[in-house]
C-alpha cells in the first residue's frame, strides 16, 4: 500500500489519468498528482461535512508548510496564490504562473502523494480592461499548469458580473475547477443576499456554464481580522440552501482570525468545501505571534510581536521590520515584504528555513484534521478519479434554466430588478 491509503497500482492508474493535459505537457515524468479543483471538491463532498485547505502561498515555506500537513494527514489539498498576490502586479514572489512549478517540485522532492490542485484565487475583473487583458493572461495561467480558476468580477455590478462570468468562462478549460463570486469581501457591509446568489447561478446554469464552487461576502474580511464578528454562518448556511438545486458548493474566504467554533460550525452547517488561508500562513512562517485562530497579535504599538523560537532570526526579522518602516508598512500591508525579502530569507540557515516551514505545516496540520474535517480525504479523490477513469469529473449538475430566460437582454433587465447594495467603496483584495 501507498503512503496515502489506496495501493501502488491504483496511484499509478491515477497519476495516468487523473492530471490534466497541462500539467501532462509541463511534466511529464513528474510522480505529483496535480489534479483539477473538482477533484478537491469532489473528494469533500464525498466524506462529508468536510472543506480542504485553500493554502495561499505568498512565499515558498508556505508552500512546503502546507505540502507536508496534507501528506502528514492524507489529507487532498489546494494550493493558490490570488490575482493580486501573485499578478502581473505581484507582492510575492510566487506568481500565477511558476507556482505549479513549485509544487510540482516539492512534491517530487519530499514525496508528496496527496492529490493537489493548483488554484488562481480572486482572478479579479474590476473594468473592461480587465475583461479585455483576461482573454490572453486566463489561457496563459493554463500554459503554466494551473488546475482551477475563480473568475471574481464581484466589484462590478451584479448584470456585469455574471456578463463577464459568461464571457471569460470559455477561456477556462471545462475539465478545470471554477469558482464564482457574488459579493466582495469586505466585512459586515454589502453582504451578499440570496437574490444576488440566484441571480449569478441561474444565469451561469442557462448558458451551460456550472461552477464547482460559490464565494459569498458573508461578514468576513481578508488580512487581519479587526473584530471577532468574522463569518456569518447563518447567512451562509441560508444561501447554500437556496442554491441546493444547483450542487454548487461554497468557498470560504478570510478564515484568518475566525475562531475555531466558527470555521467548524461553516463545516458542519454549510454546503463549504473550500477555505482559504493566507494572511495566517504568511505570519505564522515568519514567527509572529499570532492567536489560536492565526490572527497576528500586535502590541500596544501596533507592532506585530516576533516569537524568538519560531520563524527567521530576531536580526533577520529586524531587517524587514526596518524595511517596513521606511516604506510606511503598517498591519496588513506587511504583505509587501514578501516579494523583497524571499530570497533574502531562502538564502538563511537551514535551522531558520525549517522554522518557518514547520510553523506552517503545524498550523495547516491543526486546521485540517482539528477544523475542517480534510484529514483522510486524498484515497476519497483518487477513488473520484479512478471512478471516472478521467482527469475530467464533468459537472455536478444538469442545466435546468432556460436559456432564452437568461440572454444578455434578459439578464439586463433582470438586473434592473436587483436590490442589492455594495456599499463601502475601497481596496479588499488579499
Given at each position: 500500500m501507498s503512503a496515502h491509503g489506496v495501493s501502488t497500482a491504483d496511484y499509478e492508474k491515477a497519476l495516468s489519468v487523473g492530471r490534466p493535459p497541462n500539467v501532462v505537457k509541463l511534466f511529464p515524468n513528474s510522480k505529483a498528482l496535480l489534479v483539477s479543483g473538482k477533484v478537491i471538491d469532489r473528494a469533500m463532498i464525498?466524506?462529508?461535512?468536510?472543506?480542504?485547505?485553500?493554502?495561499?502561498?505568498?512565499?515558498?515555506?508556505?508552500?512546503?508548510?502546507?505540502?507536508?500537513?496534507?501528506?502528514?494527514?492524507?489529507?487532498?489539498?489546494?494550493?493558490?496564490?490570488?490575482?493580486?498576490?501573485?499578478?502581473?502586479?505581484?507582492?510575492?514572489?510566487?506568481?500565477?504562473?511558476?507556482?505549479?512549478?513549485?509544487?510540482?517540485?516539492?512534491?517530487?522532492?519530499?514525496?508528496?502523494?496527496?492529490?493537489?490542485?493548483?488554484?488562481?484565487?480572486?482572478?479579479?475583473?474590476?473594468?473592461?480592461?480587465?475583461?479585455?487583458?483576461?482573454?490572453?493572461?486566463?489561457?496563459?495561467?493554463?500554459?503554466?499548469?494551473?488546475?482551477?480558476?475563480?473568475?471574481?468580477?464581484?466589484?462590478?455590478?451584479?448584470?456585469?458580473?455574471?456578463?463577464?462570468?459568461?464571457?471569460?468562462?470559455?477561456?477556462?478549460?471545462?475539465?478545470?475547477?471554477?469558482?464564482?463570486?457574488?459579493?466582495?469581501?469586505?466585512?459586515?457591509?454589502?453582504?451578499?443576499?440570496?437574490?444576488?446568489?440566484?441571480?449569478?447561478?441561474?444565469?451561469?446554469?442557462?448558458?451551460?456554464?456550472?461552477?464547482?464552487?460559490?464565494?459569498?461576502?458573508?461578514?468576513?474580511?481578508?488580512?487581519?481580522?479587526?473584530?471577532?464578528?468574522?463569518?456569518?454562518?447563518?447567512?451562509?448556511?441560508?444561501?447554500?440552501?437556496?442554491?441546493?438545486?444547483?450542487?454548487?458548493?461554497?468557498?470560504?474566504?478570510?478564515?484568518?482570525g475566525n475562531n475555531f467554533d466558527r470555521l467548524r460550525a461553516i463545516a458542519q452547517k454549510t454546503h463549504t468545501t473550500k477555505a482559504n488561508v493566507a494572511t495566517a500562513l504568511q505570519m505564522v512562517s515568519w514567527g509572529l505571534k499570532v492567536n489560536e485562530y492565526g490572527n497576528a497579535i500586535q502590541d500596544a504599538e501596533g507592532n506585530f510581536i516576533k516569537m524568538p523560537d519560531a520563524g527567521p532570526f530576531d536580526s533577520m526579522w529586524e531587517q524587514m521590520v526596518a524595511f517596513a518602516k521606511e516604506k510606511g508598512l503598517k498591519g496588513g500591508d506587511y504583505k509587501k515584504l514578501n516579494l523583497p525579502f524571499e530570497n533574502k530569507l531562502l538564502g538563511l540557515t537551514a535551522v531558520e528555513r525549517e522554522r518557518m516551514i514547520k510553523g506552517v505545516e503545524d498550523f495547516v496540520y491543526l486546521l485540517i484534521s482539528e477544523v475542517f474535517n480534510g484529514q483522510d480525504t486524498a484515497s476519497l479523490a483518487i477513488e473520484e478519479i479512478l471512478k471516472a477513469g478521467s482527469y475530467d469529473l464533468g459537472p455536478k449538475t444538469p442545466r435546468i434554466e432556460n436559456p432564452a430566460d437568461w440572454t444578455r437582454e434578459r439578464i439586463l433587465e433582470k438586473g434592473t430588478k436587483l436590490d442589492t447594495d455594495k456599499r463601502a467603496k475601497g481596496n479588499f483584495d488579499d
Amino acid at each position: 500500500m501507498s503512503a496515502h491509503g489506496v495501493s501502488t497500482a491504483d496511484y499509478e492508474k491515477a497519476l495516468s489519468v487523473g492530471r490534466p493535459p497541462n500539467v501532462v505537457k509541463l511534466f511529464p515524468n513528474s510522480k505529483a498528482l496535480l489534479v483539477s479543483g473538482k477533484v478537491i471538491d469532489r473528494a469533500m463532498i464525498r466524506k462529508g461535512k468536510a472543506i480542504a485547505i485553500a493554502a495561499s502561498v505568498r512565499n515558498s515555506f508556505a508552500a512546503y508548510g502546507a505540502l507536508r500537513a496534507a501528506q502528514k494527514a492524507n489529507a487532498a489539498i489546494i494550493i493558490e496564490i490570488a490575482k493580486s498576490e501573485g499578478g502581473a502586479n505581484a507582492y510575492c514572489a510566487v506568481s500565477l504562473w511558476n507556482m505549479a512549478r513549485l509544487v510540482d517540485s516539492i512534491c517530487n522532492e519530499l514525496g508528496i502523494t496527496v492529490p493537489v490542485a493548483i488554484h488562481a484565487d480572486h482572478y479579479g475583473i474590476k473594468s473592461d480592461k480587465d475583461l479585455v487583458a483576461a482573454k490572453t493572461e486566463i489561457p496563459s495561467l493554463f500554459d503554466a499548469g494551473m488546475t482551477s480558476i475563480a473568475i471574481d468580477a464581484s466589484h462590478l455590478p451584479d448584470t456585469d458580473n455574471l456578463l463577464a462570468n459568461l464571457e471569460l468562462s470559455r477561456f477556462v478549460p471545462a475539465w478545470s475547477g471554477y469558482e464564482t463570486e457574488v459579493g466582495e469581501i469586505k466585512g459586515k457591509t454589502g453582504l451578499s443576499t440570496v437574490k444576488e446568489a440566484l441571480f449569478l447561478i441561474e444565469g451561469l446554469n442557462a448558458n451551460n456554464i456550472f461552477p464547482d464552487w460559490i464565494a459569498l461576502n458573508n461578514g468576513t474580511t481578508h488580512g487581519l481580522e479587526a473584530s471577532d464578528a468574522g463569518i456569518q454562518v447563518d447567512l451562509t448556511a441560508k444561501i447554500h440552501k437556496a442554491l441546493e438545486p444547483y450542487h454548487i458548493s461554497g468557498a470560504q474566504h478570510g478564515t484568518s482570525g475566525n475562531n475555531f467554533d466558527r470555521l467548524r460550525a461553516i463545516a458542519q452547517k454549510t454546503h463549504t468545501t473550500k477555505a482559504n488561508v493566507a494572511t495566517a500562513l504568511q505570519m505564522v512562517s515568519w514567527g509572529l505571534k499570532v492567536n489560536e485562530y492565526g490572527n497576528a497579535i500586535q502590541d500596544a504599538e501596533g507592532n506585530f510581536i516576533k516569537m524568538p523560537d519560531a520563524g527567521p532570526f530576531d536580526s533577520m526579522w529586524e531587517q524587514m521590520v526596518a524595511f517596513a518602516k521606511e516604506k510606511g508598512l503598517k498591519g496588513g500591508d506587511y504583505k509587501k515584504l514578501n516579494l523583497p525579502f524571499e530570497n533574502k530569507l531562502l538564502g538563511l540557515t537551514a535551522v531558520e528555513r525549517e522554522r518557518m516551514i514547520k510553523g506552517v505545516e503545524d498550523f495547516v496540520y491543526l486546521l485540517i484534521s482539528e477544523v475542517f474535517n480534510g484529514q483522510d480525504t486524498a484515497s476519497l479523490a483518487i477513488e473520484e478519479i479512478l471512478k471516472a477513469g478521467s482527469y475530467d469529473l464533468g459537472p455536478k449538475t444538469p442545466r435546468i434554466e432556460n436559456p432564452a430566460d437568461w440572454t444578455r437582454e434578459r439578464i439586463l433587465e433582470k438586473g434592473t430588478k436587483l436590490d442589492t447594495d455594495k456599499r463601502a467603496k475601497g481596496n479588499f483584495d488579499d
